[in-house]
């Protein structure tokens, strides 16, 4: 299995950038389709965006031409770009990865992305 461990989370203003990193250890990285994950207390966990082994791309409505997800298979990385954040991205971002076979999921233990003024 996979161990996933976020890190880049913080406070930032409305209009800032940040870039989350999501290191993998633990299992052969290319087997896994990376994503981003986000909550707010009350809500339900969401998709930010996912990236598969290949490179291909899928981001939520919300966030696209503002987020990029990429990912570095020698480093086992993935990383998320974030740039003119809002407020309403405010959330416990959560770095997910899911077998490509089988289709198990496995989580990081989240970082928390504040945006204000």
């Known amino acids: 299995q996979v161990q996933l461990v976020e890190s880049g989370g913080g406070l930032v203003q409305p209009g800032g950038s940040l870039r989350l990193s999501c290191a993998a250890s633990g299992s052969i990285f290319s087997l896994y389709t990376m994503g981003w994950y986000r909550q707010v207390p009350g809500k339900q966990r969401e998709l930010v965006a996912t990236i598969t082994s290949g490179g291909s791309t899928n981001y939520a409505d919300s966030v696209k031409g503002r987020f990029t997800i990429s990912r570095d298979n020698a480093e086992n990385t993935v990383y998320l770009q974030m740039n003119s954040l809002k407020p309403e991205d405010t959330a416990v971002y959560y770095c997910?990865?899911?077998?490509?076979?089988?289709?198990?999921?496995?989580w990081g233990q989240g970082t928390q992305v504040t945006v204000s003024s």
């Open positions: 997910n990865g899911r077998q490509i076979v089988g289709g198990r999921n496995y």
